[in-house]
């Protein structure tokens, strides 16, 4: 996903991602990227951590956002899903 396509994904996928309250609590950020497999409507077939956060629990949120999403925008087999945690 790149440009337009990826930035719908990241909309829709927001809408699914939660920081983890004990994240939160300590004080961890981080980056993911979720390696996607999608059929040809966009359903998720399957995903993983491509690259962890280096924390657990944001590893784990962004794979439960991506089971809850469904589906996404776009046609790819396949995608790397970047997923940022920042504490505002």
Known sequence: LQGGALRRAQSAFSEHLFYPPQAVAQGLEGDVVLLLTLADGGQLVSASIARSSGHTVLDQAALDAAQ?????????????????????
């Open 68 to 88: 809850r999403i469904g589906a996404l925008p776009g046609n790819p087999r396949q995608t790397l899903f970047p997923v940022s945690f920042r504490l505002q």
